[in-house]
């Protein structure tokens, strides 16, 4: 079993910046990718970021190009995701989930484990 535990959210203004970090444990992972995915209310879990074991190939939705950045330290089973330039619109409950034969995926379903996500506010 792997436990995924995501921190980090919080209330900031418009333009701010917040950093989340993602830690999985559990049972030994390797070559796993991570990623990032964020829920609305009434709206359907999307696709923020992900990020392969090796830290050198990411994925990224056209719309936080530029302002989000996904990294990873492996010796801290740690992902970091950090948003800048946040808007009201990217205010959700952000997940992190963990996909153990390390592709990156952008559909939740895909995905093998789950946080259970940290609430991103944005006031305008």
């Known amino acids: 079993q792997v436990h995924v535990v995501e921190s980090g959210g919080g209330l900031v203004q418009a333009g701010g910046s917040l950093r989340l970090s993602c830690v999985a444990s559990g049972r030994t992972l390797s070559n796993y990718a991570t990623g990032w995915f964020r829920q609305a209310p009434g709206k359907e879990r999307e696709f923020v970021a992900a990020?392969?074991?090796?830290?050198?190939?990411?994925r990224y939705p056209e719309f936080v190009k530029g302002r989000f950045t996904i990294s990873r330290d492996n010796a801290k089973n740690t992902v970091t995701l950090q948003m800048n330039d946040l808007k009201p619109e990217d205010t959700a409950l952000y997940y992190c989930?963990?996909?153990?034969?390390?592709?990156?995926?952008?559909?939740?379903?895909?995905?093998?484990?789950w946080g259970q996500g940290t609430q991103v506010t944005v006031s305008s």
């Open positions: 989930a963990v996909e153990t034969s390390g592709t990156l995926y952008s559909r939740p379903y895909e995905y093998d484990y």
């Open positions: 990020i392969k074991w090796s830290g050198n190939t990411k």
